[in-house]
């Protein structure tokens, strides 16, 4: 069963910058397509940004520019690094596979704020 670990979050002020990473557990990672998503308070899960097994990445408009994701398979993790942010980037943020898997991770929380 894949687990998913992510971490990096906390609390920046608007402008400020995050790298997020996500640790994949299991020997096919490499194979994956994956994705970030975020959820905000009383809101539904969105997806922000993925990457292809090739490395191919592709982002929500709210977010390009700003966002880019990586992967590394020899460490098992994709990352997601947020530049100039936003108060309503604040949000839980997830990763999983994409399309998901039915489990997920706890998140991590980004509160964007001054």
């Known amino acids: 069963q894949v687990q998913l670990v992510e971490s990096g979050g906390g609390l920046v002020q608007p402008g400020g910058s995050l790298r997020l990473s996500c640790q994949v557990s299991g020997s096919r990672f490499s194979i994956y397509a994956m994705g970030w998503y975020r959820q905000a308070p009383g809101k539904q899960r969105d997806l922000v940004a993925t990457?292809?097994?090739?490395?191919?990445?592709n982002y929500v408009d709210s977010v390009k520019g700003r966002f880019t994701i990586s992967r590394d398979n020899a460490k098992n993790t994709v990352y997601l690094q947020m530049n100039s942010l936003k108060p309503e980037d604040t949000a839980v943020y997830l990763c999983n596979l994409q399309p998901p898997l039915r489990s997920w991770g706890q998140g991590t929380q980004v509160t964007v704020s001054s």
């Open positions: 990457i292809t097994d090739g490395g191919s990445p």
